[in-house]
Every structure is written in C-alpha cells, then in structure tokens.
C-alpha cells in the first residue's frame, strides 16, 4: 500500500489555528473511520493525538482535533503554541494492516 | 503503569538477520491489545512492519512480509522481530508499540503506547 499524503511543512505563529491534511483513497482514509494522529519531537518516540478520526486519548489538549471528508482526513491545532512544534504523522487501516502518512513538519514562527 | 523496552543489536552486517525483542512492564502481555513494531529510517517517516496477538496472530506489513517474523514469548511477557536479508535501507530506529485494544467485536486501529525505540544499522 503507498503512504498517505501529508503536506511536507506547515507553519504558523503562536495563538494562530493550523490545519494538517493526510489524503488517501477508498482503501484506506474514505474506507474507515480508523484515523489516527502522532506527534513526534526531535529524538523522541511519536506520542498518540488523536484516534479514530476525531477522538482525544486522555490527557492530549483540546486545542488538537481531527475530522474527515471523503478520502482526506485533517488534523487542527487551535492556539499554536511553542510546543506545538514538531513531526505530525496520520496513520491508517487498511486490509488489516496499518499505513502512515508522509509527515508535516510543523513550526511555529 | 505500562511500558515498554526495546532491545538487541546495534549493528547487523548486510544479508544477516536483524534481531530485537521488546519487553512489557507494569502489565500483560496477554492483555486484549496487539502489538507492533514499526520503524523509521533516519531522517525519515513511519513505516509500520507487523503486530501479534497473544494468541500468536500476525499480520504484516506486505512489502516486508516474505522477511518478517514477529513472535510472542508470554512466559517472558515480551515480543519479537526478525527481518531476514537485510540491507542499507533496514538501518532505522526500531519502535515497538501496543497497537490496538480488543473489546468483544470491537478492536482498536492506532498506536496508544510507545518503546523510546532502538536505532539498527545494517552495515558491514
């Protein structure tokens, strides 16, 4: 299966709203609703955003949030902070296995 | 509360076999979740490799299928990776992960729990 598509680098400055696209196919994205979303710094392990599309795990900040529309699911995150900035992968089902996305570079001016 | 830790070698020669087994601490490894590993070369994406079930299951990823073997010891409470024929291209920090609760019918697609990741270099 080929990755999903991500945008290669996303900015914005602090307080301001940022959206990530990770574009699919019918096969994956379009087909479930088993999105999900990881952050990942510099020389860390990525950590878990967002699942299912649009569900928060405990103890992620409600300025992150997911949804989907058709074959592109996005990720936004409200009130851009320092922190913010860092490597933000989706990922996918797909025939029981698991694609991920390109990576987004986000950063914050 | 539940960790994980991966370990094995840091360096494997080319056409040899990549070896690494992640231990569980703080719960089961027979509890109701996958487990994966999966990958990244430096510089580079995620590119997921394969999980187990408890009950010994796999599926894997299929561009790395015919050189995959992903087992669970549940005595030890840990599981493991072996890549066969490896390359330059194998070189990657290695995660594994708890990939996805099971709940009767229901069962989980997403990554809720991370090893700090080990980097592999294939070289001779």
């Known amino acids: 299966q080929s990755a999903l598509t991500q945008p290669a680098s996303v900015s914005g400055s602090p307080g301001q709203s940022i959206t990530i696209s990770c574009t699919g196919t019918?096969?994956?994205?379009?087909?479930?609703?088993?999105v999900s979303w990881y952050q990942q710094h510099p020389g860390k392990a990525p950590k878990l955003m967002i699942y299912?599309?649009?569900n928060r795990p405990s103890g992620v900040s409600n300025r992150f949030s997911g949804s989907k529309s058709g074959n592109t699911a996005s990720l936004t995150i409200s009130g851009l902070q320092a922190e913010d900035e860092a490597d933000y992968y989706c990922?996918?089902?797909?025939?029981?296995?698991?694609?991920f996305g390109t990576g987004t570079k986000v950063t914050v001016l | 509360q539940v960790q994980l830790q991966e370990s094995g070698p840091g360096l494997v020669k080319p056409s040899g076999t990549l070896s690494l087994t992640c231990a569980v601490s703080?719960?089961?490894?027979?509890?109701?979740?996958?487990w994966s590993w999966v990958r990244q070369p430096p510089g580079k994406g995620l590119e997921w490799i394969g999980e187990?079930?408890?009950?010994?299951?796999?599926n894997y990823n299929p561009s790395l299928k015919s050189r995959v073997t992903i087992s669970v010891d549940k005595s030890k409470n840990q599981f493991s990776l072996k890549l066969s024929s490896v390359t330059a291209a194998d070189t990657a920090v290695y995660y594994c992960?708890?990939?996805?609760?099971?709940?009767?019918?229901?069962?989980?697609?997403?990554?809720?729990?991370w090893g700090r990741g080990t980097l592999v270099t294939v070289s001779s």
């Open positions: 992960a708890r990939s996805g609760a099971v709940y009767g019918d229901y069962r989980g697609w997403y990554f809720d729990l």
């Open positions: 703080g719960g089961s490894i027979s509890s109701s979740n996958w």
């Open positions: 187990i079930y408890h009950s010994g299951s796999t």
């Open positions: 019918s096969s994956d994205v379009g087909g479930y609703n088993y």
């Open positions: 299912e599309v649009s």
């Open positions: 990922s996918s089902y797909t025939s029981s296995c698991y694609v």
